[in-house]
């Protein structure tokens, strides 16, 4: 044992000639000295290793006494722990004599897809760590847990990536699928312990998509990446999923429904049958994982299907794949008569964090910083969307745009766009791309949850309702009390008012019981409007809500249990933050307001991306619907571009007179006129002339859903 590292609990432990002891007590010095070399990871300023070696040798000196003494009597559950502990210790250690091989102040070689960069040492410590994964591994295989074999065969797959031996980490990943089919986590544990769960997931599916396209199979990658996004959705929260067919869906949702009741019943003091109460929960968790298992594995073919059914000459799809490794982004169109699938090289997930999520200057902190103030500051949320839009050039948007050129493929006017994490939380509408334009300049923008959720969408057939439109809030009929959000009643008659038809309000009573009943009421409508306040919780996004009335609301978590309901084909969230999610505890866009409606059957939602200004909006919601039901036959894709370019550039002269042949033809009264007059009074305008140039007012509305999502009149 090496001088000053001896520890006295070790000795104390050896002194006994006792094993257990003495084995604990080498774990935990081993834990301890694994805790230091981690911390020195990041806080090293140079010669990462060699300041670090004599931790390091000693940590790995514990662990093979530990697994020595063990290996006499060969206990399978302490030599797997301790080979598993081997594994991550050298892992370890490999990233320090990483550090020392490309330099402290060019962390970015350690991302490159070649393998040029690491020394010998560096590719013996991460070939150790696989040996003693492997080790480990072969132990588990005696008394086998899924879960735990499934995550060793990754680690081994993410040493193999970092060796940049990409069919090897190919191999691996596709090991841990297969395991993983039938395996699904109970999300009965702690918040912290399920969130390090899904980010683990995350990034693991991160690394596999990233090691695919490097072996140079992309389709298979993005097929990766995009299944992953259901079965993490089912495996990890339990939540319905579109990847299942009708039938498997009504099945799931019959079992939750019987493991729900049953679980609830047993926490009576006393059960009848209590045995058999259990062993049926059990059986229901198995058929559950069963079904959640036929979404693992990526199918490249049905990618290419699905994208067969979803591209047009007129479109592209992207799917940006930000690993730690390195940045792809996978972009599809088609082009004579057949799906081209590409990628082109693009940041990496360092780069995103440091610009779009942890810096100081980043969109979400500034973001935060915005939320958590009581006096709100537009300037400040602007400086951030442009720093932000900035970024998503730099980082991929930029290189892909490059690439198009040089293919020289025949313009796109649609761009499908199928988000990584907290991606579809960003500006992308305006995003800075080259001649001083905005990205939605250039295209419509959709955004793609998953690929088959897309398709999903567009094979829906239009909702069968005879109403145009419901008011989705009581504060928005000519009869209801006041108490509503500023120019909410006159965005509500603006839209009512232009309806082809008739327009269904709902009243109190459709909100007094529970969601189904509000669900029921808005059911024989082909667009939900909701027009009220809203709040995405960022700690419990289940808790998010849209208040219908000042003493109803509903919640996401609402939506998400109330299953398959009678559908709209289009929902419109003018409400502040609705397409918001969950970045920091669960990563992934599935889980919020567009997905959940999406889920019931709409075949497209709008939603707001952070708080948005009500008078801008109302214009906006206007010119929205009017291009919505216009005899041009626009799509609610391009409905939206052109009501937001419309925003960005109307004269804020152009406004007053609008209002007033508001009144004219009847879609407005006297006192709901007054009042939007009013507020362009204070609103003022820029230097140009225009009434809401900058990307606060109009850039933070997105569709998603059916690309070619039609409204007739």
Not at 140 to 152: A, F, I, N, P, V
């Amino acid at each position: 044992m090496r001088a000053g590292i001896s520890s006295v609990e070790v000795e104390r432990a050896r002194a006994l000639g006792k094993t257990a002891p003495l084995w604990s007590a080498l774990i935990e010095a081993a834990d301890r000295l694994s805790h230091q070399i981690s911390t020195h990871v990041s806080a090293t300023a140079g010669n990462a290793y060699g300041q670090n070696e004599a931790l390091a040798l000693a940590a790995v000196e514990h662990l093979l006494e530990a697994r020595g003494l063990i290996s006499e009597t060969y206990d399978p559950a302490k030599f797997a722990q301790t080979s598993e502990r081997l594994g991550k210790t050298y892992k370890l250690i490999a990233r320090l004599s990483s550090l020392d091989d490309i330099g402290i102040d060019d962390v970015s070689r350690l991302y490159q897809p070649d393998a040029g960069h690491l020394s010998d040492r560096t590719t013996g410590f991460l070939r150790s760590a696989i040996e003693h994964y492997k080790d480990s591994l072969w132990a588990h295989g005696e008394y086998s847990y899924k879960r735990t074999r499934e995550g060793l065969i990754n680690e081994i797959a993410e040493e193999y990536v970092q060796l940049r031996e990409w069919d090897e980490a190919i191999t691996h990943f596709e090991k841990a699928l297969e395991i993983g089919r039938s395996t699904q986590f109970d999300v009965t544990v702690w918040r912290d312990e399920f969130a390090d769960l899904i980010r683990w997931f995350q990034r693991l599916t991160e690394c596999a998509a990233y090691s695919y396209i490097r072996a140079g199979r992309c389709i298979e990658g993005l097929a990766y990446a995009d299944n992953s996004k259901a079965r993490l959705l089912i495996k990890f929260l339990g939540l319905n999923t579109f990847e299942a067919p009708p039938e498997e869906r009504a099945k799931i949702e019959a079992l939750r429904k019987e493991q729900k009741q049953i679980e609830a019943s047993l926490v009576a003091p006393l059960v009848i049958n209590r045995r058999q109460q259990v062993e049926r929960v059990v059986a229901i968790r198995e058929e559950l994982s069963a079904l959640a298992g036929k979404l693992a594995v990526p199918d490249a073919r049905s990618v290419i299907d699905r994208l067969n059914q979803l591209l047009d000459d007129d479109t592209l799809l992207i799917a940006p794949i930000l690993s730690s490794l390195g940045g792809e982004t996978v972009f599809a169109y088609r082009h004579s008569e057949q799906v081209e699938v590409r990628h082109v090289r693009s940041k990496d997930a360092h780069f995103f964090n440091s610009e779009i999520i942890e810096g100081r200057q980043s969109w979400m902190q500034r973001y935060g910083q915005y939320k958590e103030r009581q006096k709100k500051s537009g300037s400040e949320l602007t400086e951030a969307i442009y720093r932000s839009s900035k970024a998503l050039n730099d980082m991929f948007l930029g290189v892909l745009l490059e690439e198009l050129s040089r293919l020289r493929l025949p313009a796109k006017s649609k761009l499908l766009v199928v988000p990584h994490g907290a991606l579809a939380r960003l500006p992308l509408a305006a995003a800075r791309i080259p001649e001083g334009k905005h990205l939605l300049d250039q295209f419509e923008l959709v955004f793609l949850p998953s690929i088959q959720i897309g398709v999903r969408a567009s094979q829906l057939r239009p909702a069968d309702a005879c109403s145009p439109l419901a008011i989705a809030n009581i504060n928005g009929s000519p009869d209801a009390p006041d108490g509503h959000p500023r120019f909410n009643r006159a965005e509500c008659a603006l839209l009512g008012n232009a309806a082809p038809g008739r327009v269904r309000y709902l009243a109190r009573r459709d909100v007094e019981d529970d969601i189904s009943a509000t669900l029921d009421a808005l059911a024989e409508s082909r667009i939900w409007h909701f027009s009220s306040h809203g709040r995405f919780e960022e700690l419990a996004p289940e808790r998010s809500f849209i208040q219908i009335s000042p003493d109803s609301k509903i919640t996401l978590g609402q939506l998400h249990a109330a299953g398959q309901q009678p559908r709209p084909d289009l929902v419109v969230l003018s409400s502040c933050e609705s397409g918001l999610f969950d970045t920091d505890d669960l990563p992934n866009e599935f889980i919020g307001w567009p997905t959940a409606f999406l889920e019931i059957g709409a075949k497209g939602v709008v939603a707001t991306q952070w708080p948005v200004a009500s008078l801008p909006t109302t214009f906006l919601m206007a010119r929205l619907y009017d291009a919505i039901w216009s005899s041009d036959g626009n799509t609610v894709p391009q409905a939206l571009r052109s009501a937001q370019l419309w925003l960005r550039d109307v004269m804020a002269s152009d406004l007053p007179p609008l209002v007033k042949g508001w009144v004219d033809d009847q879609r407005l009264n006297s006192a709901e006129a007054e009042e939007l007059l009013e507020g362009l009074k204070f609103s003022g305008s820029a230097k140009d002339g225009r009434a809401f140039p900058e990307p606060i007012y109009w850039a933070g509305f997105a569709y998603f859903g059916d690309p070619g999502l039609r409204l007739k009149r």
